[in-house]
């Protein structure tokens, strides 16, 4: 069975630090996907990004950058100079791989308060 | 281009009662997910459609809730003789549904229910 883990419930932190977010997966597929979602209080889920199993480069996007790790089955997420827009609750996901239902595992998320 | 909307936003109903919430995914989507996001259970997989296949019903809860997509756009999500633990924000996805590397979910913004 698919498991995301998400060991961190809740972060502060002060304006500008850099943040981390950590996401543990557990799949028994060799082919598989992995999400990043941030919901804002006003509670759509915003994509942010999508990574294949096959694809192991980090990738930075402006303030964001993910590090992807299958060795330790990771798949965490840093933002660098946070700002209070930052502030969000961020879900780490995993699809499923059978072809026609790519149906997300979430973790419970982590809530992120910058602190101005 | 508009993203998925969701309808109502809100929706306040008494115990035993019957509720309907609506989807309409992004235009061009052929792939649609449902999700309940409450504070005991996280985020899950409640129901997906894609095209004219049969519904994946693998994750609703109970035969209280059904779900139907009429003319491969439009999806309704009906819950009978709601329940208090019913309470939680309702979430429409929908992607391409091509498979494969194009297929990242886009949400909606909800419907948070409240069962008195």
């Known amino acids: 069975a698919q498991k995301v883990t998400q060991a961190q419930t809740e972060i502060s932190v002060v304006e500008k630090e850099d943040v981390t977010l950590d996401c543990v997966y557990e799949?028994?597929?060799?082919?598989?996907?992995l999400f990043w979602y941030k919901q804002p209080p006003s509670g759509e889920l915003v994509f942010l990004i999508r990574?294949?199993?096959?694809?192991?480069q980090n990738e930075i996007s402006g303030r964001y950058s993910w590090n992807f790790q299958k060795s330790t089955s990771s798949f965490n997420f840093t933002i660098t100079a946070s700002q209070v827009v930052d502030s969000a609750v961020y879900f780490c996901?995993?699809?499923?791989?059978?072809?026609?239902?790519?149906?997300?595992?979430f973790g419970t998320g982590t809530r992120l308060t910058i602190i101005p | 281009g508009a993203g998925v909307s969701q309808s109502p936003s809100n929706k306040v109903t008494e115990k035993g009662k019957d509720v309907e919430l609506r989807c309409d995914p992004i235009?061009?989507?052929?792939?649609l997910y449902w999700y309940r996001q409450s504070l005991g259970q996280g985020l899950e997989f409640l129901i997906y459609?894609?095209?004219?296949?049969?519904?994946?019903k693998s994750g609703l809860p109970s035969d209280r809730f059904s779900a139907e997509r009429t003319g491969g756009s439009v999806s309704t999500l009906t819950i009978q003789r709601t329940q208090q633990e019913d309470s939680a924000v309702y979430l429409c996805?929908?992607?391409?549904?091509?498979?494969?590397?194009?297929?990242?979910?886009?949400f909606g913004p909800g419907t948070r229910l409240l069962v008195l």
């Open positions: 996805a929908s992607s391409l549904g091509e498979g494969g590397r194009k297929e990242t979910q886009y």
């Open positions: 799949t028994r597929d060799t082919t598989y996907y």
């Open positions: 990574r294949n199993s096959f694809d192991e």
């Open positions: 996901a995993l699809s499923d791989t059978y072809f026609g239902n790519e149906k997300l595992t």
């Open positions: 235009s061009g989507h052929t792939a």
């Open positions: 459609f894609q095209g004219n296949s049969a519904p994946d």
